[in-house]
């Protein structure tokens, strides 16, 4: 089972090997950015095989990194796979992001129609070739050759070489100058990037980033920094005094031109946040690609679902539960012995506050935010409540759980079978289910012997539980 955790600064140096050898051309999947980003991203990692997972918290939901190999797509779509269970046994809804342009028809595949597909203009990525930048050739680079020209020609002693450790506290002037008398005031964007860029200073060497410095009579007017992440360098710093006519187009070239070796074809000059000024000026640069970055949010067969049916069979009703029958919905969910093997401890999570309704709510909340699909179990002839089953644990590819509980007066019946059977039928049927399994405690044999007697085949053990599975063959 995937294991994650909180990443906190120190960790995102173990993310190296990945990141180094990333072939997605996609600027997230790099040291400096996880760094820099860190606050806004709150991310975790976690590892399966030889994958990295990254995770992020954005809106309250947990977003996915399309999973990193070493060796290859069968480990990814392997890595893949835990993510799903993990999703599914955490009750989190799947969405991934990040997904480059040429995994994502698996990914729709693998997903079928139950997939939604978005991708965000203002985050995709600004891909260029690195050969450009030596010499902004030909007609449609002319306007930054002018620029570097005369930058040239007004500071004739313009040096550019690499950053060393000794140049920090020189670097930290030139940011302060840079901030006092070009940075937005109300730029938050903007305050929360310099202040990374002052925190990730330190590490520049540590995280084998490329760094340089455009000097003019013995003054620093530009700053830079890259990273090496597979054919392409990815640009995480560029600030330039803007009162030093062609700075930026000079430092952007002179840095192409000193790190740009064999093998490094592009670069990655990140995207424009949805800034319109910003958007003007990368694509002024004349970008070979727009890295896509593709959200897919998986689906499942309860997202379809716009309200909970009602079943009928021989002697039974399956139907939500009514406002009428809250205290008996109560009696049947709050029975701490009775529950012992339903799988959790409702009072784990019920408010101190709360009253006999709360029990029935709850279960709305559930289907609501379609958690799970609860069933009031009605005797047909009497009309009363005898009991409870669910559908939860919605996977990606067909498959549900199903549970069930009786109050005791109702047991022995044969009740809890009938439920079983019918809400299985309907799970193929209505919710075109390709599977439904179901478990229970070893201790339990009694439930044991009903989900056999509902036409489920045991699949095996452990030491907690029992599992069962029945198909639409079956």
Same mark, same amino acid.
């Given at each position: !089972?995937?294991?994650?955790?909180?990443?906190?600064?120190?960790?995102?140096?173990?993310?190296?090997?990945?990141?180094?050898?990333?072939?997605?051309?996609?600027?997230?999947?790099?040291?400096?950015?996880?760094?820099?980003?860190?606050?806004?991203? +709150?991310?975790?990692?976690?590892?399966?095989?030889?994958?990295?997972?990254?995770?992020?918290?954005?809106?309250?939901?947990?977003?996915?990194?399309?999973?990193?190999?070493?060796?290859?797509?069968?480990?990814?779509?392997?890595?893949?796979?835990?993510?799903?269970?993990?999703?599914?046994?955490?009750?989190?809804?799947?969405?991934? +992001?990040?997904?480059?342009?040429?995994?994502?028809?698996?990914?729709?595949?693998?997903?079928?129609?139950?997939?939604?597909?978005?991708?965000?203009?203002?985050?995709?990525?600004?891909?260029?070739?690195?050969?450009?930048?030596?010499?902004?050739?030909?007609?449609?680079?002319?306007?930054?050759?002018?620029?570097?020209?005369?930058?040239?020609?007004?500071?004739?002693?313009?040096?550019? #070489?690499?950053?060393?450790?000794?140049?920090?506290?020189?670097?930290?002037?030139?940011?302060?100058?840079?901030?006092?008398?070009?940075?937005?005031?109300?730029? #938050?964007?903007?305050?929360?990037?310099?202040?990374?860029?002052?925190?990730?200073?330190?590490?520049?060497?540590?995280?084998?980033?490329?760094?340089?410095?455009?000097?003019?009579?013995?003054?620093?007017?530009?700053?830079?920094?890259?990273?090496?992440?597979?054919?392409?360098?990815?640009?995480?710093?560029?600030?330039?005094?803007?009162?030093?006519?062609?700075?930026?187009?000079?430092?952007?070239?002179?840095?192409?031109?000193?790190?740009?070796?064999?093998?490094?074809?592009?670069?990655?000059? !990140?995207?424009?946040?949805?800034?319109?000024?910003? #958007?003007?000026?990368?694509?002024?640069?004349?970008?070979?690609?727009?890295?896509?970055?593709?959200?897919?949010?998986?689906?499942?067969?309860?997202?379809?679902?716009?309200?909970?049916?009602?079943?009928? +069979?021989?002697?039974?009703?399956?139907?939500?539960?009514?406002?009428?029958?809250?205290?008996?919905?109560?009696?049947?969910?709050?029975?701490?012995?009775?529950?012992?093997?339903?799988?959790?401890?409702?009072?784990?999570?019920?408010?101190?506050?709360?009253?006999?309704?709360?029990?029935?709510?709850?279960?709305?909340?559930?289907?609501?935010?379609? !958690?799970?699909?609860?069933?009031?179990?009605?005797?047909?002839?009497?009309? #009363?409540?005898?009991?409870?089953?669910?559908?939860?644990?919605?996977?990606?590819?067909?498959?549900?759980?199903?549970?069930?509980?009786?109050?005791?007066?109702?047991?022995?019946?044969?009740?809890?079978?009938?439920?079983?059977?019918?809400? +299985?039928?309907?799970?193929?049927?209505?919710?075109?289910?390709?599977?439904?399994?179901?478990?229970?405690?070893?201790?339990?044999?009694?439930?044991?012997?009903?989900?056999?007697?509902?036409?489920?085949?045991?699949?095996?053990?452990?030491?907690?539980?029992?599992?069962?599975?029945?198909?639409?063959? !079956?």
């Amino acid at each position: !089972m995937l294991k994650f955790e909180h990443t906190q600064k120190e960790d995102i140096l173990h993310f190296r090997p990945w990141f180094e050898r990333q072939k997605t051309h996609i600027g997230d999947y790099s040291l400096g950015f996880q760094f820099m980003w860190h606050k806004a991203l +709150t991310p975790d990692f976690a590892f399966y095989g030889d994958c990295l997972i990254l995770r992020e918290l954005y809106a309250g939901k947990y977003y996915f990194y399309y999973p990193l190999s070493l060796s290859g797509e069968q480990a990814e779509t392997e890595a893949l796979g835990e993510i799903e269970k993990f999703c599914r046994d955490n009750d989190f809804r799947l969405h991934f +992001t990040n997904v480059p342009r040429d995994r994502l028809p698996a990914l729709v595949l693998r997903y079928g129609a139950n997939v939604s597909v978005s991708d965000n203009r203002r985050w995709r990525d600004y891909l260029y070739f690195a050969e450009d930048f030596k010499t902004y050739p030909g007609k449609k680079h002319a306007g930054r050759r002018n620029h570097v020209n005369k930058f040239k020609k007004l500071y004739p002693d313009l040096s550019f #070489r690499p950053y060393r450790k000794e140049d920090e506290a020189r670097v930290v002037a030139f940011l302060k100058e840079y901030e006092s008398v070009q940075l937005g005031k109300e730029d #938050r964007l903007a305050d929360e990037e310099l202040a990374e860029v002052y925190d990730i200073l330190p590490h520049l060497q540590e995280f084998g980033l490329f760094a340089g410095i455009l000097e003019t009579g013995g003054k620093i007017v530009a700053f830079t920094a890259g990273e090496r992440c597979g054919d392409m360098i990815v640009v995480h710093i560029e600030k330039a005094l803007r009162s030093y006519e062609g700075a930026y187009q000079t430092v952007a070239q002179q840095f192409a031109l000193a790190f740009c070796g064999e093998g490094i074809t592009y670069l990655n000059r !990140m995207d424009d946040a949805g800034d319109l000024g910003l #958007r003007k000026s990368k694509l002024q640069y004349l970008p070979c690609e727009l890295v896509d970055k593709y959200n897919v949010i998986a689906g499942r067969a309860i997202d379809t679902v716009g309200k909970l049916p009602e079943i009928t +069979t021989e002697r039974l009703i399956l139907r939500p539960v009514q406002d009428d029958d809250a205290e008996t919905y109560a009696r049947l969910a709050g029975d701490t012995d009775r529950n012992k093997f339903w799988g959790f401890d409702y009072r784990e999570i019920m408010p101190k506050d709360a009253d006999i309704g709360w029990f029935l709510q709850s279960a709305r909340e559930d289907f609501h935010y379609r !958690m799970e699909m609860p069933l009031g179990i009605y005797l047909k002839e009497s009309g #009363r409540l005898a009991g409870e089953t669910v559908l939860h644990r919605f996977g990606y590819h067909g498959e549900a759980e199903i549970g069930m509980r009786l109050l005791k007066e109702y047991e022995g019946y044969g009740y809890a079978q009938e439920a079983v059977r019918a809400y +299985t039928d309907y799970a193929f049927s209505k919710l075109n289910l390709e599977r439904v399994e179901a478990k229970c405690n070893v201790e339990n044999i009694r439930s044991a012997k009903t989900l056999l007697s509902a036409g489920m085949r045991e699949d095996g053990k452990d030491d907690t539980y029992f599992y069962f599975s029945r198909t639409p063959e !079956m």
